[in-house]
């Protein structure tokens, strides 16, 4: 069966970085894209960016360019999620999902179990 | 960026009853690349609907969605307690999917 396991939770201080990782199993890795969708605490859902695992290439939401960086490790089958310069507002658990291949925006019917990243000082 | 309103804000229905949540779209939606979510407290959100009416696998009956453009509809039939929690609509029919900003159907 498909299943996406992340890391566990981390506590960084303003400024710091973070990877969160996603380890995907039950399907052919390169055959799906992985989304990341992030949700501070009593809000909705936003989408991040994406990760072709075939090729590595990404698409990334304009908020978060220059600060996020998605990548993947086919040997292992697992994608990550890098976010420098945090700040306070990046509080929030955060979501891999898997997406169809090609498109950078999906429907997602497997979702990893979240990962809460909360930053403070 | 398509912006996705979702109204109301809450509903407040009682078991049993009717629920109609609704989502509009700041322009419109291609294909149809409309999905519905429900999430419960400290779980990921769950695939309901997609492509606007297609349910998925094992959710019951008593969910649907409908609509199309800018304007889409998730129905549920009759509530049972555990639907009592927070949905979402989401679009993926640009390049960008947005998410709208949620409904809670709380019981009356």
């Known amino acids: 069966q498909v299943q996406l396991v992340q890391s566990g939770a981390e506590v960084k201080k303003p400024g710091a970085s973070v990877k969160v990782s996603c380890k995907a199993s039950?399907?052919?890795?390169?055959?799906?894209?992985m989304h990341w969708v992030r949700q501070a605490p009593g809000q909705g859902l936003e989408w991040m960016g994406v990760?072709?695992?075939?090729?590595?290439?990404?698409t990334y939401a304009q908020e978060l360019q220059g600060r996020v960086t998605m990548t993947r490790d086919t040997s292992t089958t697992t994608v990550y999620m890098e976010l420098n310069s945090l700040r306070s507002e990046d509080t929030a658990v955060y979501y891999c999902?898997?997406?169809?291949?090609?498109?950078?925006?999906?429907?997602?019917?497997?979702w990893g179990q979240g990962t809460l990243v909360t930053v403070s000082s | 960026e398509i912006v996705l309103t979702q109204s109301p804000g809450t509903l407040s229905l009682s078991p049993g009853e009717r629920a109609t949540l609704s989502c509009r779209a700041s322009?419109?939606?291609?294909?149809?690349?409309l999905a519905w979510y429900q999430q419960k407290p400290g779980q990921a959100p769950r695939l309901l609907i997609y492509?606007?009416?297609s349910r998925a696998t094992g959710i019951p009956d008593r969910f649907s969605g409908s609509g199309s453009g800018t304007d889409f509809t998730l129905t549920i039939s009759r509530l049972e307690p555990e639907d009592f929690v927070l949905y979402y609509c989401?679009?993926?029919?640009?390049?960008?999917?947005?998410f709208g900003q949620g409904t809670r159907v709380e019981i009356k």
């Open positions: 990760v072709n695992p075939s090729g590595g290439t990404t």
């Open positions: 322009e419109s939606v291609s294909s149809s690349y």
């Open positions: 989401q679009q993926y029919g640009s390049s960008r999917g947005t």
């Open positions: 492509g606007a009416s």
């Open positions: 999902a898997r997406g169809r291949i090609g498109y950078s925006s999906s429907w997602y019917v497997y």
């Open positions: 039950g399907y052919t890795f390169t055959s799906y894209s």
